[in-house]
């Protein structure tokens, strides 16, 4: 028999410069050997330097794409990227509610250029109604800030912080310890089980790291719909993004991610 590509589903917005969002989910797809599926939260216009506008679904509009995306495809695992509203979280978590598939959140909030993604009166849906739903959680250091109360500021920091993240939702959490200042990255893996696993890799300087969250969580989600155990997922797909940084592509005289 033919051998069929496993299917990743996407649940995120557009970023008309392709660098982030649901374009970099699907271009990591690809190159990850998963077929990828869409459905769209909101759309941004949207270039590496900023965002001047959103312009979100309807609620019913995100429920009609899931409901044609669950009726076709047979989804082995989902990611959540920018959601932008309570009401678009709500939809996309009631979706996932009902599959029995590995669920990837990346909590979006504050792209690297300052603009808001995320709507301040929905970080309540986002941490009652999908973080709990998820199998691994994706927070950079200022996204566990919201979700905690508190920054972690430090190695010893990042690791109280993923533990107690994993505890509060009952979910792994892979804490990206990038925005530390230092030549050394670490990223902390907490397992359910209480296991630390540390991921630590030297900066690669004169890149941007537009998308680079956007990438890594699609990578992880990309391996989970290959039947991979999530630390090994994590692992593989750090590497992906890694690779991906260091032979970027140039393009209108910055140096991006290369899939
Ligand atoms: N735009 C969209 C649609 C995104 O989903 C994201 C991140 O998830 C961003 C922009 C921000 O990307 P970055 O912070 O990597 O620039």
Not at 72 to 77: E, F, L, N, W
């Amino acid at each position: 028999m033919v051998k069929q590509l496993p299917v990743a589903l996407s649940i995120a917005t557009s970023d008309s410069g392709c660098g982030a969002g649901i374009q970099a989910d699907l271009l990591t797809f690809a190159a990850c050997n998963a077929y990828g599926i869409t459905a769209l939260a909101a759309l941004t216009a949207q270039n590496p330097d900023g965002v001047t506008e959103i312009e979100a679904m309807s609620p019913g509009f995100l429920r009609a794409q899931l409901a044609q995306l669950a009726a076709y495809y047979p989804i082995k695992a989902a990611k959540t990227g920018m959601l932008f509203s309570s009401e678009l979280i709500e939809t996309a978590a009631a979706f996932i509610a009902k599959q029995q598939i590995a669920v990837v959140v990346d909590p979006v909030m504050v792209a690297t250029s300052g603009a808001r993604l995320l709507k301040e009166g929905a970080i309540h849906s986002l941490t009652t109604k999908l973080l709990p739903l998820a199998t691994l959680i994706t927070p950079n250091l200022d996204e566990a800030a919201v979700l905690l109360g508190r920054r972690p500021n430090s190695p010893v920091e990042m690791r109280a912080s993923a533990h107690e993240l994993t505890a509060r939702f009952g979910t792994a959490t892979l804490l990206k310890g990038g925005h530390l200042p230092g030549d050394e990255l670490l990223d902390i893996l907490a397992l359910t089980s209480g296991k630390l696993i540390e991921i630590a890799s030297p900066r690669i300087p004169d890149v941007d790291t537009h998308g680079s969250g956007c990438t890594l969580s699609a990578a992880i989600t990309a391996e989970l719909a290959k039947g991979r155990a999530l630390t090994d997922a994590v692992q593989t797909a750090h590497a992906y993004l890694r690779r991906g940084l260091e032979r970027p592509l140039h393009v209108a005289g910055r140096a991006f991610i290369r899939h």
